[in-house]
């Protein structure tokens, strides 16, 4: 998919998913360990597929499809246990210098993740990363129905900038991102650092594919 750095030109705001382009934020404290943890808050009687699941967020949406005090109790654990995850680990590779490469190029950024907006501000600001970022537009309640694939997050940081969807970009290394910049109208470079992931990725025909979060510096 040629031009994806053309494309990046034609925008003025960049949304940036979180988990994995900026840093991995299970790699210390795993996802499965998190779920793991999460599901004694909602057993017994899991069902099968939420059980055998080492997605966190697998488990959030269960307890919400229990009710709302399920959904907060859950949300919250999962909010704390991401704040210890991001707390021991490093940015991803490149992340900061393409942060500040966007920034001097006159780019806005927004964080938008399905992680908890507290988790994403304490990582920033711990790597010194914050005053590269515009705005974040992350988790802030317990109801997972307004998580990417969703576009609530990108609608909302649309919004909040006062901009129109033609002029953002959505950059992220999940089906959810791509999805999300679907629904909202928004251009989506697909991030793909394996051959799986960029079988994946490709199949939902992104705006433009990369291997690599550097593939997107402008700088010569």
Not at 10 to 31: I, M, N, Q, S, Y
Request: glycine residues 6%.
């Amino acid at each position: 998919m040629p031009g994806v750095k053309e494309l990046l030109q034609e925008k003025d705001h960049v949304f940036l998913d979180f988990d994995g382009p900026v840093c991995d934020v299970f790699a210390k404290l795993t996802a499965s360990e998190v779920a793991d943890r999460l599901k004694r808050l909602v057993e017994p009687d899991l069902p099968a597929e939420v059980s055998a699941s080492a997605d966190p967020f697998d488990v959030l949406r269960y307890a919400a499809s229990c009710g709302p005090n399920a959904a907060y109790v859950v949300e919250r654990q999962l909010s704390r246990f991401e704040g210890e995850a991001v707390a021991q680990v490093s940015p991803a590779p490149g992340a900061a210098e393409v942060l500040r490469e966007w920034v001097a190029q006159g780019f806005t950024v927004t964080i938008v993740s399905n992680n908890s907006v507290d988790a994403v501000r304490s990582f920033l600001g711990l790597h010194e990363l914050a005053e590269y970022v515009r705005r974040i537009s992350a988790r802030t309640t317990s109801d997972p129905g307004h998580l990417k694939p969703h576009p609530a997050l990108l609608d909302a940081a649309v919004k909040a900038l006062g901009t129109s969807p033609g002029q953002c970009v959505m950059v992220g290394d999940s089906a959810a991102d791509v999805l999300a910049a679907r629904d909202a109208g928004i251009a989506s470079v697909a991030l793909a650092t394996t051959l799986a992931k960029r079988r994946t990725l490709a199949a939902l025909q992104p705006d433009a594919l990369v291997g690599s979060l550097t593939d997107l510096r402008l700088a010569p």
